[in-house]
């Protein structure tokens, strides 16, 4: 079973930063996804950005340049580093992993295991 544990959701003013963090109980020799993902009211959940065991990563387009995915493997972490927060980016923030995956698409339905979801707020 992994257990995944976000933090560092807030509420900030557009062209603010945050940094969000998922704590992952993730214990593999094989290959696996970490994804952020965040759903908006009233909206369908979206991929938002995902990293591969090989640090291979992959982002949405719209947040490409805004956003960064990283990992820790030695405590093990991943990171969601938001820069230039748009009032669009308003959503509740969740973290994602699949095991024995080759490529890490941005599709929810990929994805095994999730968080509870730290809410992040762009106000204009």
């Known amino acids: 079973q992994v257990e995944l544990v976000e933090s560092g959701g807030g509420s900030v003013t557009a062209g603010g930063s945050l940094r969000l963090s998922c704590a992952a109980s993730?214990?593999?020799?094989?290959?696996?996804?970490l994804g952020w993902f965040r759903q908006a009211p009233g909206k369908q959940p979206e991929g938002v950005a995902a990293i591969d065991s090989d640090n291979t990563t992959n982002y949405q387009s719209s947040v490409k340049g805004r956003f960064t995915i990283s990992q820790d493997n030695s405590k093990p972490t991943m990171y969601l580093h938001m820069a230039s927060l748009e009032p669009e980016d308003t959503a509740m923030y969740f973290c994602a992993a699949r095991i024995f995956a080759w490529a890490c698409g941005l599709a929810p339905d990929e994805y095994t295991y999730w968080g509870q979801g730290t809410q992040v707020t762009v106000s204009p």
């Open positions: 993730l214990y593999t020799t094989s290959r696996y996804c």
